[in-house]
C-alpha cells in the first residue's frame, strides 16, 4: 500500500468532508475546499523543494507541476467572497496536524470528492 493510500483510514479525511458538506451549501464547500487544497499546496511545494535540495530521502506524497497548477487554477477561479475564511483556517488546523505532504494530499482528495458531490447534486441529476 503505497503513501496515497493510507489516509482514509484515518477519520479526518471523512470529518473534514462531512464538516463543508453539512455546514456550507455544496458551491461554498467546495471553494473552502479549493482554498484550502492550494493553501496546503504551496506550503507543500516548498517543503519539498527544500528537501530536494538537501537530497532528504524520506518517502513522501509529491505533488507534481500538473497538480500545481491545477490547484493554482482552482484557486484563481474562485469568485471573492464566496469561501469562509474561518472554516478554512479550522479545516486548515485539522489538516495541518499531519506532515506537510499528508496535509496537502488528504486536502486533495477532499476537494475531489466535494467536486464529485457537486457534480451528482448538479441539476441533471435531480431528475427522476
Not at 8 to 18: I, L, V
Request: negative net charge.
Amino acid at each position: 500500500m503505497g503513501p496515497r493510500c493510507r489516509f482514509w483510514s484515518d477519520p479526518t479525511p471523512k470529518h473534514t468532508y462531512s464538516f463543508l458538506l453539512e455546514n456550507f451549501a455544496a458551491e461554498e464547500a467546495l471553494a473552502i475546499a479549493v482554498r484550502v487544497e492550494y493553501r496546503l499546496a504551496v506550503l507543500w511545494e516548498t517543503e519539498q523543494e527544500e528537501m530536494r535540495g538537501r537530497y532528504d530521502k524520506h518517502t513522501v506524497i509529491e505533488i507534481s507541476v500538473e497538480e500545481m497548477a491545477e490547484a493554482s487554477k482552482a484557486f484563481d477561479n474562485v469568485p471573492p467572497g464566496r469561501s469562509d475564511i474561518p472554516a478554512e483556517q479550522y479545516v486548515i488546523d485539522l489538516l495541518t496536524r499531519f506532515p506537510a505532504d499528508q496535509a496537502w494530499w488528504t486536502a486533495h482528495r477532499v476537494k475531489k470528492e466535494i467536486e464529485a458531490w457537486c457534480r451528482w447534486k448538479a441539476p441533471a441529476h435531480q431528475s427522476g
